[in-house]
């Protein structure tokens, strides 16, 4: 169990709509990542967060957002959703520092129709 | 070329058999990870290394830095290691970088 969890398991929106995902960390964690894990692929890196700022970001466009709670709990925002955003969505925490293990949540599963 | 390769992509195998999995990277490491997925999307680590070899149970991963170059070994394999194998590495900025995975599945 990593104590890493995700809201919600499951999700269908429709092109164009905007949607919101939540991710609570492992106690302790100060920094997340977001993955996007499209089907039958490796995840992919949207970006990451320490202690509420962004430190990092993949190659994403800016309609992919976050934010991070000063319990360390965060948010991806997606907005003007397309049928290529259609994926797993993937949260992972850990302590700074470059060598610290990533405990992953179990994901959420997006569909946009 | 992605900057993580790994080979085989599919794989099937008996029960007992000896599996390896192999990763190849070209970019430069602080730390090579190797998780577990399963049906459904979770990802559990494995071993996170950065030289020499680990070995938890039945698995066992090795890394060659000079040759950018790591392996998953799992021994006496069973129908319950059948699950997708992910190879990644730490990318500049904290994140990890990921192979496409190998889709192992076990025979009993």
């Known amino acids: 169990e990593t104590g890493v969890t995700q809201s919600p398991t499951h999700l269908i929106k429709t092109r164009g709509q905007q949607v919101t995902l939540r991710c609570s960390s492992q106690?302790?964690?100060?920094?997340v990542s977001w993955y996007q894990q499209a089907l039958g692929q490796g995840p992919q890196f949207i970006f990451q967060y320490y202690r509420e700022e962004e430190n990092g970001r993949g190659n994403f466009p800016p309609r992919f957002s976050g934010l991070q709670f000063p319990n360390y709990s965060s948010e991806l925002n997606v907005n003007a959703l397309e049928l290529d955003d259609s994926a797993l969505y993937l949260c992972a925490s850990s302590l700074a520092g470059g060598s610290y293990e990533q405990y992953f949540g179990p994901g959420t599963r997006l569909t946009v129709t | 070329k992605n900057e993580v390769e790994q080979s085989p992509q599919n794989l099937t195998a008996q029960e007992g058999e000896f599996i390896t999995i192999n990763c190849s990277y070209s970019v430069g490491i602080s730390a090579l990870h190797w998780l577990q997925q399963h049906p459904g999307g979770g990802i559990v680590s494995l071993f996170m290394l950065s030289s020499g070899k680990k070995k938890h149970g039945r698995l066992i991963a090795t890394i060659n830095i000079q040759e950018k170059h790591s392996s998953l070994h799992i021994t006496a394999s069973h129908p319950r290691d059948s699950a997708v194998y992910i190879c990644?590495?730490?990318?500049?900025?904290?994140?990890?970088?990921f192979g496409k995975g190998t889709k192992l599945s076990v025979k009993p």
């Open positions: 106690s302790g964690h100060n920094t």
């Open positions: 990644a590495v730490r990318g500049s900025q904290g994140n990890l970088i």
